[in-house]
């Protein structure tokens, strides 16, 4: 059973720094494409930063570009979001997906192709 455990949320001041982390299970993780997304109150889910098997390509989302890093370590199954700079409008629930490839360096950034998902965590960021 594919699990995707979601850590790290909290309540931040904006300007402050949270490291998100998502512990993959059930699934060959160094065969997997990783992303995270996020969805505010009212809002759709959007793309917020993904990463490739390798982790060698990544893809960010316009509004975080410069203040999110995404990166994964193969070794311990998990993916990281570093945030930086947090602003108001980060405020979210933030979620870990999977998508399996053959390719080293597929990056998607549409929903559709990830397979599998965390129940996310809350992220907010108070002016």
């Known amino acids: 059973q594919v699990q995707l455990v979601e850590s790290g949320g909290g309540l931040v001041q904006a300007g402050g720094s949270l490291r998100l982390s998502c512990a993959a299970s059930g699934l060959a993780f160094s065969m997997h494409y990783m992303a995270w997304f996020r969805q505010a109150p009212g809002e759709e889910r959007e793309l917020v930063a993904a990463?490739?098997?390798?982790?060698?390509?990544?893809d960010y989302a316009d509004s975080v570009k410069g203040r999110f890093t995404i990166s994964r370590d193969n070794a311990k199954n998990t993916v990281y979001l570093q945030m930086n700079s947090l602003k108001t409008e980060d405020t979210a629930v933030y979620y870990c997906?999977?998508?399996?490839?053959?390719?080293?360096?597929?990056?998607?950034?549409?929903?559709?192709?990830?397979?599998?998902w965390g129940s996310g965590t809350q992220v907010t960021v108070s002016s």
């Open positions: 997906a999977a998508g399996i490839t053959t390719s080293l360096l597929v990056v998607p950034t549409s929903q559709s192709k990830y397979d599998y």
């Open positions: 990463v490739s098997r390798s982790g060698g390509n990544t």
